[in-house]
């Protein structure tokens, strides 16, 4: 190869860089595609990473910023908040950073031998992944709602229940019932099964309670898994009454008043049986979640957060807005 100027030089070492790092090519890959030797290929990834070509940041995923945190607690009232950084573009990586702080804060705090209600979501589904098991908590797990057959099975509460157990070295309860049903009839007969009464009679003695904040955006759409259950007459509902979130399909205003009858006949805990646990951990990430996560807090029904930084700012200033999301 000719000796390159210093511009073909620096193009060159960008192909290379390119190849390898953005389109995930093979140095052997790259070699044959620019024509080069492999070692070639190599000495020329090491130069652009020493010419700032290619910039390599390490992420630390447990990184938290406390000084938002602090402003959190302070202004919502909160026992405790955990911020983890947002990614500036990437919600996924934001979420799922925020998953893995909310693991570990749920094994500083989660009693030996205590009994721990769980809803559901991709968030959480975040946590349940980034869960190592490191000692037996002899835990139990009780799912905080039933089940939906339109959303991923990954997503279902009784995974999300399960894999939490395993993790935890305890046991979960099952409760194979649907979250919603279409009538009266229905709820009533599957409230009088023994199975179901195991569960529900269990969320009145809950230790902790880790769950999800759902937001609703009714101007664009209806951003919760759940979408598909909310018919246009629910959504006019939830449009006049200023809802801004759920838990666990429970929805509430941007004060944390409750939205009741938005859906009827639900197999899910209730906003108050929620408020009364002692440990009430949401774990929400986004913007988008902010008005949601403000009423939550507002209404007593969680006492533990843990969100991104993007969100947490948004939340502060929600906080101190006058109209604070109520006039959507």
Known sequence: MSILSSSQRERFLHAVASLYYNEGKTQEEVAALLGVSRSKVLRALQEARSVGIVQITIVDPSATNEALAAELERALGLARAVVTTAHPTDGNFTRQRVGHAAATYL??????????????????????????????????????????????????????????????????????VPAIVDSAAAYESLMASSDVGHVTAAWRDLDVALVGIGNVDLGQDVQMLFADYVDGPTADQLRSTGAVGDICMRFFDV??????????????????????????????????????????????????????????????????????GSER
Not at 159 to 174: H, I, N, P, S
């Open 107 to 176: 094994k500083e705090v989660l009693p030996d031998g205590g009994t721990l209600g769980i809803g559901w979501g991709r968030t959480l589904y975040d946590v349940t992944q980034t869960l190592e098991f490191s000692r037996r908590y002899d835990t139990q797990v009780v799912p905080l709602l039933g089940g939906l057959g339109k959303i991923a099975p990954s997503f279902q509460v009784h995974d999300t229940a399960r894999v939490a157990a395993e993790k935890l070295g305890g046991t979960w309860r099952a409760f194979y």
């Open 255 to 324: 004060h944390g008043v409750p939205i009741d009858g938005a859906l009827q006949y639900l197999f899910s805990i209730e906003l108050q049986q929620l408020a009364a646990i002692p440990r009430k951990i949401a774990v929400a990430s986004g913007v988008a979640k902010a008005a949601a996560i403000l009423g939550a807090a507002r209404g007593g029904y969680i006492n533990a957060l843990v969100t991104d930084s993007a969100a947490a700012t948004e939340v502060l200033r929600l906080a101190q807005d006058p109209n604070d």
